[in-house]
């Protein structure tokens, strides 16, 4: 008799694979071996038992394409937008090969610890380890922007695995999710991508005040890091106070790439956090020392980076401790970008005492202008 033809474990692994998948964890080894043209036995002596054969048919080779892909960049010669679709792609790819599979051992009585055992490295452990990695080769060719790589990471690898999840698991097809492949990258691209700085934010920008505005300085930038301007070197914001006729108080800010937040424009956060500065520094100025109790903000129109907008601030009215402002955030073609108003409450001495009387030292500090008081 002549002998069988030759089966490599590529090809047995392969056709054990096509069967557990096609027919479960029940499927017999004589039907894999008739896959492949040889006896029940044979493929026995060669892997051991039939559980064996599943696992490695079912945990081997998955997740290549996508490390491959990785490894291999992020180039810099390449629109970022076109890697981060094909990473898209691959992975997802991979993910839809991968969920049945383990599906399978789960249905063979395999707990995950078990099945995680059967890996060099668990598929999810090695996709979010690989594409930090290429993250941060990204960061330090200036291909991409700072932030925290393993929580990018997890996003970028969650987005993809949550759509083939609901496709594979609860059999929920998102609509247009297999044709939107293109619009993911480009969303991963605003997101991961270094921030385009517009040449006259290479500049320092120029925040001087129109004509009778008087430099300002308020109480909460005394000796202490404002959040909003406590740099005032910096590529986040840069802010510039003056005072305005009674009770009127206008800001100068510059909203540099590191208030971003859609792609070139600034975050609402960063723009509410403004309004919210100025707004307590027309309390504070008012001679009140007060905490916000509400802000109420409104986003007209979305704000380009590199902008120096004027804010103005102005008290409305005082009724006992409550003082209430409003103002806006407005661009030097009179464009409305954000509005809002503010209710304070002025720190009680009897329940604020130490905190009453620091603010108390702020106000009185020499060089600071209150409204309606000379500069002392």
Known sequence: MGRGRQVTDEELLQAAREVFL???PSASVDLVAERVGITGPAVFRRMGSKQNLMV??????FGGSFVGVLQSGPHTDVPLREQLTDIVRVLRQDIEELLPCLSTLRAAGMEPTEIAGYFEEPPPA????EMAAWIRRGQRSGLLREQDADAAAISCIGAVHMRVF????????????????EDIGEFLEGALGAVDVPEEMDS?????????????????????????????AGQRLQVRHYLDGDQVLRARVWFGPGSQGPPGHAHGGSMAAVLDKVFAGAVWLSGYPAVALELTSRFRKMLPLGTVAT?????????????RVSGRIEGSDGT??????ALFLALDPARHGDLTARARDMLGTPGLTFFGQEES
């Open 204 to 232: 320092v920008p120029d925040l001087s005040g129109d004509p009778g505005w008087t430099p300002a300085r308020l109480p909460t930038d005394v000796g202490i890091e404002s959040f909003v301007s406590g740099n005032p």
């Open 22 to 24: 096609q027919h479960g």
């Open 336 to 341: 409305v970008f954000a509005e809002g108003e």
């Open 56 to 61: 490695r048919a079912l945990t081997s080779g």
């Open 311 to 323: 804010v103005t601030a102005r008290v409305q009215s005082i009724e006992g401790r409550k003082v």
């Open 166 to 181: 609901f496709g594979r698991v609860l059999g929920l097809r998102i609509p247009g999710a297999d044709e939107r492949v």
């Open 126 to 129: 090695r996709a979010q380890r």
